[in-house]
Structures are given as structure tokens and as C-alpha cells.
């Protein structure tokens, strides 16, 4: 059995880490208030780039465009989303195991020297070394991991437009978590480019037959429709690719806060038993100390 004195300093050491523990929940549950501010900010922006995009579509389902040109796929790229630190239960070690996977896909059609990797989040940027993959450095992607800002990646959505349409890159994927509530994540992977025309359009005619709107209203635009939406698509590819990083982030805390509250009820929980234990041996120990007084006592008596 532990001495008073080992028993005595690891409950200090855990009441220690739980007031660490503690206090990250509480930044974190900070946090991720803020980043949901941040969605319910962009969301109606987003919202109503893609409404207008769709109505534009659903009016004429001839239209083609460059963004959704089909390819055999010989160049693909991988944008990933973790965070940049630990500590936030399995957020990371879930990426990683999605984007092992699609690498793995991938790999067997093109090869796994065609796959670059846009890491979103030092911890996937260490997975992608370890591993041999090809991973873009760029120091802005660590510092979006932590603070979301259209401006980076309205820079990183131009640079992946510009690679696929120039024909460097035939299929870019988007890999992060979707923030449903507090105790609930979801990884999810999806198609970036090329842009799924065809489910756009048919997304509007299906609103349009739900909400009972005539799709074939003759709109008239200035410049014409062909200009207008090579302006609009690349707008709504960076509203979903920051949508994507936001909700990444929202993720990331949630998932710190949660792994934290766990941390610190496992710490209360400890510091319980620990204490029982002392009490334990300290009762245990002032017995043995009794029991040699009355032992001493009784043989200076006889």
C-alpha cells in the first residue's frame, strides 16, 4: 500500500490537473459560442449565394461551365481540416482516418504520388509527413486552422480554381468535421471541383415543385447569364469552402469542451477514491500507532 505522503501529493496532482482541465473547458465552451456566432453570421450570406445561383440554374438546364467539366482523374487534391493543437478527443484521429482512407482510393487509380494534400491544421500536416504524402506548405493554413478568415481562404479558393481549371488538378476534395450541436460531429467528404452542376439544378426544380414556383420564368440579365454566373460560381466555391473551415472550427471546440468535461469528472471522480484510499490508510495507520501504546502499556504493567 502507497505511503500518506505518495497518496497525500497525487491528490494534489490531480486536483492541479483539474483545474487545468477545468479552465480549458471553459475556453473552449468560449469558443465554440463564438464560432457558432460566426456561422449564424455567414449563413445568410451563403444561404442566399446558392438560392441565387440555383434559381439562375434551374431556368435554363442547358447551361455548361468549365467549373463542372468532367475528367478522367489523373491529378487529385486533398483539402483536410483538423486543429493545430490536442487534447480534443477524437476530432483529429477521425480526419486522419477518413483522409487515410480516400488517400487509400484514391491511390489505387492514380497512384499515390498524384495525391497532394491541402493541410488545413498542423496535425494533419504532421500526419501527411509521416506518412510520405505530398503535403502544399503554406503558413497561412496552420493560422486559418485557428482563426477562420475569408480573406485566407478566399486565397486558397482562387488557387484551387485557378489549378483545375487550367487542368493541374482534375478533382479536389474537401475533408472536415460538420458541427450538428454540442455533442454531436460529423466527418464528412465531398466533391469541390468539379462543381456539381447537375445537383444544383436539380436542387432548384425540386424546390421550386415544393415551394409550387414556376421554373420557367424568363428572367432578363445584365451582362448575360453565361457572365454572370462565372462570377457567381467561384463566389459560392469560397462561401462553401469557408462554410467548411467554420464548421471545422465549431467542431474542433466542441469536441475540446467535451473532452475536457470528461477529463474533469474523471479528475473529481479520482480525487474521491484517492481520498477514501487515505482515509483509509491514515485510519489504518493511527490503529497500528494504538495498538503499540496499549501493546507498550500492557508490558510495563505485567
Not at 493543437?85 to 477518413?98: Q, R, T, V
Not at 463566389?235 to 466542441?254: R, T
Amino acid at each position: 500500500m502507497a505511503s500518506l505522503k505518495e497518496v497525500k501529493d497525487r491528490i494534489d496532482s490531480v486536483k492541479s490537473t483539474k483545474k487545468i482541465t477545468s479552465a480549458m473547458k471553459m475556453i473552449a465552451s468560449a469558443k465554440v459560442r463564438k464560432s457558432q456566432q460566426a456561422i449564424a453570421a455567414f449563413l445568410p450570406y451563403s444561404t442566399k449565394l446558392n438560392e441565387i445561383l440555383t434559381n439562375l440554374l434551374a431556368s435554363d438546364t442547358s447551361f455548361d461551365s468549365p467549373y463542372a467539366q468532367q475528367r478522367e482523374h489523373k491529378k487529385i487534391a486533398i483539402v483536410a481540416f483538423s486543429s493545430n493543437s490536442s487534447l480534443c478527443g477524437g476530432f483529429n484521429a477521425n480526419i486522419i482516418k477518413e483522409l487515410s482512407a480516400t488517400v487509400a482510393s484514391y491511390s489505387k487509380s492514380v497512384g499515390k504520388e498524384n495525391v497532394s494534400i491541402y493541410p488545413i491544421g498542423k496535425k494533419v500536416l504532421d500526419f501527411a509527413n509521416k506518412s510520405g504524402l505530398q503535403p502544399v506548405h503554406n503558413p497561412t493554413f496552420l493560422e486559418m486552422a485557428d482563426k477562420p478568415a475569408f480573406a485566407l481562404i478566399l486565397e486558397l479558393s482562387r488557387e484551387l480554381i485557378s489549378k483545375f481549371l487550367s487542368g493541374e488538378l482534375d478533382q479536389i476534395v474537401l475533408i472536415y468535421t460538420h458541427f450538428k450541436s454540442m455533442g454531436v460531429q460529423e466527418v464528412t467528404n465531398k466533391i469541390y471541383l468539379p462543381f456539381d452542376l447537375q445537383g444544383a439544378q436539380d436542387k432548384a426544380q425540386q424546390d421550386a415543385v415544393s415551394e409550387k414556383i414556376s421554373t420557367a420564368t424568363d428572367y432578363i440579365l445584365e451582362p448575360s447569364k453565361e457572365i454572370l454566373l462565372s462570377h457567381l460560381i467561384p463566389k459560392v466555391l469560397a462561401s462553401n469552402l469557408f462554410a467548411a473551415l467554420l464548421d471545422s472550427n465549431a467542431s474542433e471546440n466542441a469536441a475540446r469542451s467535451l473532452a475536457m468535461q470528461i477529463a474533469t469528472d474523471n479528475a473529481e471522480q479520482l480525487v474521491a477514491d484517492l481520498t477514501i484510499e487515505y482515509n483509509k490508510s491514515r485510519q489504518a495507520a493511527i490503529t497500528n500507532e494504538l495498538l503499540d501504546i496499549i501493546g507498550g502499556a500492557s508490558a510495563l504493567n505485567q
